[in-house]
């Protein structure tokens, strides 16, 4: 839903940075309020408390304390509870998943035919936001150590990545989060090789993101959480969070989310002492007023991309300046919600995704040129009235920066202001058949095996026409964003709307495909993956990511005294080209004032001109008819 979503990109206002600023030097902790009720009421065993709450929530452990706690609830509990790797980080950690399991069973497939619905529970891929770390150890322990929380384990099976970002946990110190409160020390946002991981989901460039990958297609959740700590404006909610219900998630599974899931979660944690509200995308931060705004959640982040695999996707945001205890007592009030609902509702979540995947396996087995597959969208303009629970706040000139600068105090109001409540398709597609990727694009080729995609390859060398597009008029952005050289179109927002190659026209060409291309059907359960990556004018996509970016480099070039003999030649047996360049010469005075265009306009008319240059390689097929497609094996 988010087209800017701040823990995702945006630093704190000043006025908040000033906030923090008066708090203890090295100890961005304010005095914790007073505990949730459920947390007076069930004190933990003074040899069970986690390592935050032992501190009194001043510190969150490092990742071999986080990792040895885990594994002692395994020892304590093994026929409920386990420690699995899934991969290793960039600098070689360990990343470890903890599983709950009433009935002792720890086999994906064994829990899927048994009805149980799986709830995967990522924390820390921002490894300075560490809420839900230290909550899913507590909540853990509750489940399977003192039992006042065995009940979310009768038929839900949560799967915990206590720590996603490894690496960039262990770059442990007081000053990684300037606009967080407490606890003294944390992580760091990126990963080793300073890249976010929650931009990497469809281009999958990480060690972490292809360890993720395989752990989600070997696991494949029924739902799905992402935890985080939000930045932006200061308001009385500590635990905010968003769920997508627009019109690219499939509808039984929008319906749930808003109708059944978001209801509960507000009331239920509500209830227990926190003060819930939605994901608080504010559409000015300097003036609430202006209400809320909507976006759509990109592929490049955790939910974005899970909503493309059919599977409810919900995003956890405490908020960064109240105090540890609070934001850690409201993740665990949080999750522990969250699985009474996948508890209750456990028959309609399993057959909800079922269904889904079945319907977009059944219409991608069939090529239907009306069939419609959204790609970019934004606000339709419909709002509703929210009441907005904030601070009042004054906005001055700073006399530092000279920009306006917003103050709040701590007095609380409720102000009504217009919320953005729904998305419109700007941008769709019909998808073909199948794609068709030609061998020497060994990469993309990587990426979409990585994804769990299902590819088949050619047998042998195949030439045909297919659909395609001819790009032209790309624009890169000005320095490298997540390590990468990508495109994106001015006046779209940017990279936070997503990157654009500028304008692609759908073509058919006749092109050659040598033995060992991939062929990628759209008869699977993540065929929208297999879209958005291959689609070029998809917000994520690989070439919007740069991954094609040599088919728009020009190789040949043609010498000035060359050229004016060609285009003598050319004008005196062609009178409509004449024509045209005469015209031409009239109507544009930039062009008619540069010999290089002027010569540039009879090279690209020439047969020397290089007819696949911005000429997207991958082919779109309607009919699999012909295709040499090698048995599989």
Known sequence: MRQRTPSRGRRVPLAAACVLALLPAGRLSAQPGPPAASARRHAPPADWRTPAERSDYRTTPRYDETIAYARRLAATAPRQVRVETFGKSGEGRDLVIIIASKTGV????????????????????????MDGKDACLALLRDMVVTGDKAGLL????????????A????????????NQNGPQETGWRTQASNLNLNRDYMKAETAETRAFLRLWNRWLPDLFVDTHVTDGADYQYDTTYG?????????????????VLSPYLETSVGAAGQVIGPFMNLKDDGDPAQGLRLGQDLPRFSTGYVNLQNRPAVLLETHMLKDYRTRVRGSYEFLRALLEVVNRDAGRLIEMNRAADAATIAAGGRYDGGASVPLRLEPDGTTEPFTLRGFRSKVTKSGISGARRIEY??????????????????LAVAPPLAYIVPAQWAPVIEVLRAHGLRLRRTARAWEGEVETYRCEGPV??????????????????????????????PVRERLPFPAGSAVVSMDQRAARVAVHLLEPQAPDSLLAWGVFNAVFERKEYAEPYVMETLAADMLAHDPGLKQEFERRLDEDGEFAASPGARLDFFYRRSPWWDARLGLYPVGRLASLDGIPIARER
């Open 409 to 426: 105090t701590q007095e609380p109001i409720a102000i009504t202001v217009p919320r953005e409540t729904s998305l419109k398709v700007t």
């Open 106 to 129: 720890f086999d994906p497939a064994a829990l899927h035919r048994a009805g149980r619905p799986i709830v995967l529970i990522q924390n820390a891929i921002h490894a300075g936001e």
């Open 154 to 165: 009768d038929r839900a099976v949560p799967v915990v990545i206590p720590i996603y970002n």
């Open 243 to 259: 769920v997508d219900t627009g019109p690219d998630i499939f509808p039984a599974i929008a319906a749930w989310q808003r109708q």
């Open 476 to 505: 890169w952005h000005g320095r490298p964003f997540e390590g990468r050289q990508v495109l994106f179109q001015p006046g779209e927002g940017g990279l936070r709307s997503g990157a654009s190659p500028g304008t692609c026209t």
């Open 167 to 178: 690496d960039g946990h262990e770059r442990f110190g007081p000053h990684n989060r300037i």
